[in-house]
């Protein structure tokens, strides 16, 4: 039911980006999209976990951000990513976190989530071909929303749903390497694809106060659209066409 969900979110977003793409041709295209530059909105379906927490699974949500593809060479761009809305945290936690005040008696089923929004940079280094892209780099994020939520049933069937503030167990700051896999879907129109990506995301500092030996990781299924500019990329003789 929830992937349902989010995949409705992820289609209502590609169908407001998409109306939105004259607006930001019109404002502005040629700014942000150029010979050498392609920017666009990324939209995201993702699953996360507190990996080294025994017991924790994998927590699902969406993203929302945008890109900026920096052309050094015919193959090789920098890509820096703005995602507003980065999701992390972590699914049956109820071993490790609980919110006061539950009696336990009276329910039968219980879960436990955590669920962290954060401001995120990845930044990548990216290696492209005509049909694919391949990067890796640096993330840094800041979190800035976060809450426990614990969902139970009781005894009779009804169901109770009870959040919390998450933000005293964990730290706001979180470091780690970002890796990407991409696909143009136009790739003979390679200044204007959308593009399929596949992204991890491996975090190296601690994102808890209370436990040691546990790290961020982010599993998401990207979906890019370029912002056009109002002017026709204008092709560099010097630059070969990408096989």
């Known amino acids: 039911m929830k992937l349902r969900y989010y995949f409705l979110v992820l289609l209502i977003f590609s169908s407001l980006i998409v109306k939105s793409q004259v607006m930001w041709m019109i404002i502005f295209g040629d700014k942000l999209s150029n010979d050498k530059m392609q920017s666009g909105a990324n939209i995201s379906v993702s699953m996360a976990n507190f990996a080294g927490l025994n017991g ?18 015919n193959h090789w761009k920098i890509q820096p990513e703005f995602v507003f809305k ?3 945290g972590a699914s049956n936690l109820g071993n490790y976190f609980q919110i006061e005040g539950m009696p336990d008696s009276l329910f039968s089923e219980s879960k436990v989530y955590a669920d962290v929004v954060s401001f995120s940079i990845p930044i990548y280094i990216k290696y492209r071909t005509k049909y694919m892209g391949f990067g890796i780099g640096p993330q840094v994020s800041l979190a800035y929303a976060s809450k ?16 919390d503030k998450f933000k005293s167990h964990m730290h706001a700051i979180d470091f780690g390497i970002t890796g990407l896999v991409e696909f143009y879907l136009t790739p003979q129109k390679q200044a ?10 491996y975090g190296i500092t601690n994102p808890l106060k209370d436990y040691s030996g546990v790290h961020n990781s982010v599993f998401m299924l990207s979906f890019g659209i370029p912002i056009i500019s109002k002017k026709k990329p204008v092709k560099n003789p010097q630059e070969p066409t990408i096989p």
Do not use: D, F, H, N
């Not at 924790?56 to 060479?73: K, V």
């Open 86 to 88: 980065s999701p992390s």
């Open 192 to 201: 204007t694809s959308m593009r399929i990506g596949l992204k991890y995301y």
């Open 148 to 163: 426990l939520v614990e969902k139970e049933k009781t005894s009779y069937g009804q169901e109770i749903t009870v959040k």
């Open 56 to 73: 924790a699974t994998y927590q699902p949500s969406w993203a929302l951000g945008g890109y900026t593809e920096i052309s050094l060479s």
